[in-house]
């Protein structure tokens, strides 16, 4: 089956305690891309991917890093979190730059 | 720059009426364009796109949009509602001209159905 999976899908941690939420795609996807949903805010992209060692930053990626050194898996760290970072995140993937995307699960993160 | 206004928050509608989910945008180039749908705990699912050609988009699960270049609107459609179609939905944006991989979301709006 097609999907994009993402773990944890819960997470409560504190403030300052570096974590990692993991990304993967069976689909062979070139482009892969992380995002934040807030209430009232909708989707905004962290980072996307191109390729493999090819990242850019999206629209919010400042407290954020990432890294692609396989095509299948995108993981988002989060060297030292904070409260701010206190949300609801989703992976994506898509062929190329202009297609749809497919989203994971979603990962809810609390940071106290 | 480019944005996306989905300009009601929540919209209701009857089992059986047509509904309408409203989207207008703004980009300097060619609009790419897509609606996702979420379901409550689930990640966001591809419904229809907009890239070039035949204005009117015919998607999943029933639903349509109609590209409007004169209105910038991409609004979405469905001639006959279900209560399964409760969900929240979603317009995105790309500029499909300057090479931008940033698409930019509206703030979704949630649709209730009523049986």
């Known amino acids: 089956e097609a999907q994009v999976t993402q773990n944890p899908r819960y997470l409560i941690t504190v403030t300052g305690k570096k974590l990692t939420v993991t990304c993967s795609q069976n689909?062979?996807?070139?482009?892969m891309s992380w995002y934040r949903q807030d209430p009232g805010l909708g989707l905004r992209q962290i980072y996307y991917?191109?390729?493999?060692?090819?990242?850019d930053k999206g629209d919010v990626p400042e407290g954020y890093k990432v890294s692609r050194k396989e095509k299948r898996n995108f993981p988002l760290i989060l060297e030292s979190p904070s409260p701010n970072q206190t949300s609801l995140y989703f992976c994506?993937?898509?062929?190329?730059?202009?297609?749809?995307?497919?989203f994971g699960p979603g990962t809810r993160l609390t940071v106290l | 720059a480019q944005s996306v206004a989905q300009p009601e928050d929540q919209v209701n509608v009857a089992e059986g009426n047509p509904l309408t989910v409203k989207c207008t945008y703004s980009?300097?180039?060619?609009?790419?364009l897509f609606w996702y749908v979420q379901y409550p705990n689930r990640g966001l699912q591809f419904l229809l796109k907009?890239?070039?050609?035949?204005?009117l988009v015919k998607g999943s699960y029933g639903f349509e949009a109609e590209f409007n270049k004169s209105q910038t609107s991409f609004h979405l459609k469905k001639p006959s509602a279900l209560v399964s179609d409760s969900a929240l939905y979603f317009c995105a944006v790309r500029d499909g001209t300057g090479g931008s991989y940033i698409p930019t979301f509206g703030r979704g709006t949630s649709l209730i159905v009523h049986p």
């Open positions: 994506a993937s898509s062929y190329g730059g202009r297609n749809e995307q497919f």
């Open positions: 980009v300097s180039g060619n609009p790419y």
């Open positions: 991917s191109m390729n493999v060692e090819v990242t």
């Open positions: 689909m062979n996807h070139e482009y």
């Open positions: 907009y890239i070039t050609g035949d204005n």
